[in-house]
């Protein structure tokens, strides 16, 4: 990433300012602690970019090297970073926080987060494949791996791995009054050993069906050298119960041949029934199953295709076993509550898969570095549902592909299609389209500027009852409405994100213009036809990429045309999770989702 030219009497005219600032703050303790603690002055400042360039892969000159020394470097949270080892923390606050964090332990760094040790000869894609790892491991917000030739040796170099761990301890609450309010605790980094340990306790004095709530989960990644994943989940809510426990192994790199999961769980849900088109918050049924469900995959390297692309691709065949069993549940029949049938169903698949990443910045992340998939995927799925009212086929298809287009911006598509077949009938059809696109990062005044663009089509056919989507919430037109229901859905976004050079107390801010526009309907209504739903808003986001929070957003929302919605103008303040790249590796083999 390039430093943006800034007109030089502006720069010169801040850099007065925060020099004169700073001189009059400095001259009694008190007043220079402040300063210190709440105004980083970035336009007196030599800090280095974060990503200076995007390379293809820094270590291929030294390919067949073999590694001799692994040294493990551990940053503190605040002040240092991979890119700039020398800089320090700037106040009391951040020296402070440093020491009473417990930073990842070296030994768990070596033991379980490295794919290659001491001897091993240099593979480029595999090192650079590990970078990347260490980056999306959520006890670091960075990582870096350099290597260094060994002086006075042609056949060794030494490998340096420097890790900055996140601020690990996260609280969270609220308070309605003494009869409502919330406590809760994250830790995702116990002890240094990278486990995350998540609990959250609710409680609601006027609740009639239950006051208090409680959720949990605690999570053990990477467990050696096997890679595996071990979680184990508790929800205690009113309307819904959950113990589960899962281990699981993902296709981490294209060198990773074998990917799996084993996951059980008993889940006690209340739902709303969905009469007239309608939901009916008055009415409601109990729910309880256990679940079960299995899979296992291989990759195959590639030896056929474009050379440059072969070292990246691979032939993945998998196979997946899920199980229902419900224990309480509504009347099923062949044209009631069919979604709630005991089941097993069976299902392979094949795919192609080619992914490489590449190195960007200021996209989902405020100066993290960010890396961006580029390939393609292809996946067949096919099975069998042994379900209580008669066996099932079904086929589905997904395709996707992401690539950054010179001067344009980076692309991002996805088809998935999926339906089952019983009778030579049609069930459970779905067709979905999703695009995404962000456009090249501009260097403006004021600092950075990304527009971002994505649209999402999702058509259900012949869906069973009680069987809906919404375009409601976050992930649709941003407001939660029960009448915004339906088979079919189209949404539209558009955002504007002005990633500013204002840095308080560590959190950069970023400013938004947003759009969002949709269609939903049933099936027996003229899709095209449907109200166009519409949202149109500013706001500012502001985020500590060394903290575990989420992001923080002030949104002002106008809603011209949301129906039963007393307010056309709505404020909030919500914590939002940082988004992440859709990726082209081939997991399970799933029924396209309907969601």
Request: proline share 4%; net charge positive; no cysteine.
């Amino acid at each position: 990433m390039v430093e943006p030219k800034i007109d030089s009497a502006t720069k010169a005219r801040d850099s007065l300012f925060y020099t004169t600032l700073k001189q009059k703050m400095y001259r009694h303790r008190l007043t220079r602690e402040l300063y210190n603690a709440f105004i980083h002055d970035v336009y007196n400042s030599t800090e280095v970019e974060e990503v200076n360039v995007i390379e293809e892969n820094p270590f291929r000159a030294y390919a067949g090297k073999v590694i001799g020394t692994i040294y493990v470097r551990r940053l503190g949270v605040f002040g240092q970073s991979v890119y700039d080892t020398l800089r320090q923390p700037h106040s009391w606050f951040e020296r402070f926080a440093n020491r009473v964090h417990i930073n990842t332990q070296e030994g768990v760094i070596r033991r379980s987060y490295l794919l290659f040790r001491e001897g091993d000869r240099v593979e480029p894609d595999m090192l650079r494949d590990n970078e990347r790892l260490l980056r999306n491991l959520p006890v670091f917000v960075d990582a870096r791996i350099l290597v260094v030739p060994r002086e006075g040796s042609r056949e060794f170099v030494d490998v340096y791995v420097i890790t900055q761990d996140v601020w690990s301890l996260l609280a969270d609450g609220s308070v309605g009054g003494l009869d409502r309010f919330s406590v809760g605790l994250e830790q995702r980094n116990v002890r240094g050993l990278g486990h995350t340990l998540k609990t959250q306790f609710f409680y609601n004095g006027k609740d009639p069906l239950q006051r208090a709530e409680y959720q949990a989960r605690y999570t053990v990644p990477y467990i050696g050298k096997t890679f595996l994943t071990a979680q184990a989940d508790l929800l205690y809510f009113r309307d819904w119960k959950q113990f589960s426990a899962k281990v699981f192994r993902p296709f981490l790199t294209p060198e990773t041949k074998y990917a799996g999961s084993l996951e059980l769980g008993h889940y006690k849900i209340r739902n709303r029934l969905l009469r007239n088109n309608q939901l009916d918050t008055a009415a409601s049924f109990p729910i309880s199953y256990n679940y079960s469900d299995v899979w296992f995959g291989r990759s195959f390297k590639m030896f056929f295709g474009n050379p440059q692309e072969q070292e990246r691709a691979r032939l993945v065949v998998a196979g997946r076993m899920t199980r229902y069993t419900y224990l309480v549940r509504p009347e099923v029949g062949a044209d009631t509550n069919q979604l709630y049938q005991n089941s097993r169903t069976t299902l392979f698949s094949v795919g192609y898969s080619q992914r490489k990443y590449v190195r960007d910045v200021l996209i989902y992340g405020f100066g993290r570095t960010e890396d961006v998939p580029v390939g393609s995927l292809i996946s067949l799925i096919g099975g069998v549902d042994n379900a209580e009212l008669g066996e099932r086929v079904y086929v589905g298809l997904n395709l996707s592909r992401g690539q950054y287009i010179r001067k344009v911006g980076y692309l991002y598509t996805l088809i998935n299609a999926g339906t089952f077949y019983r009778l030579k009938r049609q069930q459970q059809g779905l067709f979905s389209l999703t695009t995404n696109y962000f456009s090249p990062l501009q260097a403006i005044p004021w600092g950075h500027m990304r527009h971002f663009f994505n649209a999402r089509i999702t058509i259900g056919m012949d869906r069973f009852n009680n069987e809906y989507i919404t375009l409601s919430g976050r992930d649709g037109i941003g407001l939660t409405n029960d009448a915004l229901i339906g088979t079919r859905r189209l949404l539209v976004g558009y955002e504007n994100v002005l990633f500013s050079r204002l840095n308080l107390i560590g959190f950069r801010a970023a400013f938004i213009t947003f759009a969002n526009v949709g269609l939903i309907s049933f099936s027996d209504r003229a899709f095209l036809q449907s109200p166009l739903y519409q949202a149109y808003g500013i706001g500012i986001r502001l985020r500590n990429e060394n903290l575990t929070f989420n992001s923080f957003q002030i949104r002002l929302t106008w809603y011209p045309n949301i129906p039963n919605n007393p307010y056309a103008f709505r404020t909030a303040f919500e914590g939002i999770p940082t988004l992440r790249f859709r990726d082209f590796d081939i997991s399970a083999p799933a029924i396209v989702p309907y969601q």
